[in-house]
């Protein structure tokens, strides 16, 4: 949970003379976080649609698809988003329609919902994990997981990766 990061009702930002902004430090509870959350968010009601922009930054642990050891993964994001307010007893403006096509929406909320910054954080951040997770370039799939017949050529090349990466020894140290 991030401190001040409650969710407002579109009705509040509405009222707004400039647009909300929050300065973001704190650790999300659906990541591992190495580093809290930092950055900020700003969110702008513009009649028909609400303006979304955050810079995000973070280091979260994931777990490696390879080698299956946590790592440290940074994420960062410049992101911007568009929710359309969909008000059936109001059509949106001619202005908001032409400029912007309905399938460009990813969202939309009702006038009377509320915007929840802290799980647009998350969906933002989550946008930025890697779908195949691996821990570094040379990271092989451990020997004990291989065949014998090709153990012999991954203690090798395992062998071959501590020169290059000293978080290797590190590792092995582990094992
Ligand atoms: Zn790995």
């Not at 407002?8 to 430090?25: G, H, R």
């Not at 014998?148 to 978080?167: A, F, G």
Request: hydrophobic share 35%; glycine share 4%; net charge negative.
């Amino acid at each position: 949970m991030i401190p001040g990061l409650q969710p407002i009702p579109l009705t509040e930002l509405k009222v707004l003379s400039s647009p909300k902004v929050w300065q973001i430090k704190g650790g999300l509870d659906s990541f591992s976080c190495f580093t809290p959350v930092t950055g900020k968010v700003i969110a702008e009601h513009q009649g028909g649609i609400l303006l979304l922009k955050g810079t995000l930054s973070t280091i979260i642990f994931l777990e490696c698809d390879r080698c299956l050891k946590e790592y440290k993964q940074k994420l960062e994001c410049n992101c911007e988003e568009l929710i359309l307010i969909k008000d059936s007893s109001i059509s949106p403006s001619n202005e908001v329609k032409n400029r912007i096509p309905p399938e460009d929406f990813m969202d939309s909320l009702t006038p009377q919902e509320s915007f929840d910054p802290e799980r647009w954080i998350f969906e933002q951040l989550s946008l930025q994990i890697p779908l195949l997770k691996v821990c570094s370039e040379t990271c092989k799939i451990p020997a004990s997981l291989v065949s014998n017949t090709n153990s012999k050529y991954s203690q090798s090349s395992s062998d071959l990766n501590v020169s290059y990466d000293p978080r290797w020894a590190q590792l092995k140290k582990l094992l």
